[in-house]
């Protein structure tokens, strides 16, 4: 690709048109926040020039200074040539109106688990209110955790991660998030190093991409741990341990919650005797699974 021609990009209308022709143009993988090219290249700009992020149109026309292109031009070579993902290029990502420190040592956050906390699971783990202890299993960032405190005001929250330097972004979020009373990091893999303790709910967003999906994954995806997504040859290696060892930490009438991406197919075939609730999100019919404890025990 040719260099950014940044003193012929005067406004950043000239700049938004040519970021999404470039993007285009390059095939860039988005899914870390964004679903189009025209959505990241604005959220790019807005971002790196300090502008509102819900406020474009009152800049479009607006002349860039010499020092504003060079550094823009730094941005988006980053993003095409490289594959950066957006995330990382600014240090943050969001899910909803929340707000989460990234680099490279977690991996972006986006789980459709985020939109079901709360309301979205009522009728099975009841009142927020009533929800006294909670679970977040792979934590990465401590976003789930973070979503989990809000949407549980009574919770305390376990947040589980193997990687050393995922809790310490996480640290970093439940800081920012005044949440350190409540929020308590722990590192293990998976189940193994967790005192005894019983859960209302246990959520979980585990590594589940497969070994043959992992060999394909787009460039910006490489640039995430990779601890965070093989999910071994069916995706499922970690789900095996969740099911397994959710009931000796779940409540009597605990929940368990986990995130399969597009593994139902292969979740199903291998517990063919567990009945699973598949929960719907607004951009998924079938990739978070739900089940009782006691549905788990039955169906071992």
């Not at 010499?66 to 950066?84: C, H, K, N, W």
């Not at 069916?234 to 605990?254: C, I, N, Q, S, W």
């Amino acid at each position: 690709m040719s260099a950014v021609p940044a003193n012929e990009l005067e406004t950043l209308r000239d700049w938004l048109r040519w970021a999404v022709s470039r993007f285009t143009e390059a095939g860039l993988a988005f899914g870390h926040g964004s679903a189009l090219a025209y959505d990241e290249a604005a959220y790019l700009l807005l971002h790196a020039l300090h502008l509102p992020l819900d406020r474009l149109e009152p800049f479009l026309d607006a002349r860039l200074t010499q020092a504003e292109r060079q550094s823009l031009a730094q941005l988006f070579t980053r993003r095409i040539e490289d594959r950066v993902p957006a995330a990382y290029l600014t240090r943050e990502a969001w899910l909803g109106d929340f707000r989460f420190y990234v680099d490279e040592r977690v991996i972006v956050p986006r789980s459709f688990i985020a939109e079901l906390l709360g309301p979205g699971l009522e009728s099975f783990v009841g009142a927020p209110d009533d929800v006294r202890s909670v679970l977040d299993m792979c934590t990465g960032s401590g976003c789930l955790a973070i979503l989990l405190a809000h949407a549980y005001p009574a919770a305390d929250v376990d947040a589980v991660d193997l990687s050393a330097e995922a809790l310490a972004v996480a640290q970093r979020n439940v800081s920012d998030y005044g949440l350190a009373d409540r929020v308590n990091l722990i590192r293990s893999d998976l189940f193994a190093n967790l005192p005894e303790k019983n859960y209302n709910l246990i959520i979980s967003n585990p590594p589940y991409v497969t070994a043959m999906s992992m060999s394909a994954l787009p460039a910006e995806y490489r640039h995430e741990p990779t601890l965070a997504l093989d999910g071994g040859d069916d995706g499922l290696d970690a789900v095996r341990t969740l099911l397994k060892d959710a009931p000796r930490f779940l409540d009597h009438e605990g929940t368990l919650v986990v995130e399969v991406g597009n593994g139902r197919a292969a979740t199903e075939a291998a517990f063919p005797r567990l009945p699973f609730v598949w929960l719907q999100t607004a951009s998924s019919d079938d990739g978070v699974f739900l089940l009782k404890r006691e549905d788990l025990v039955a169906g071992r």
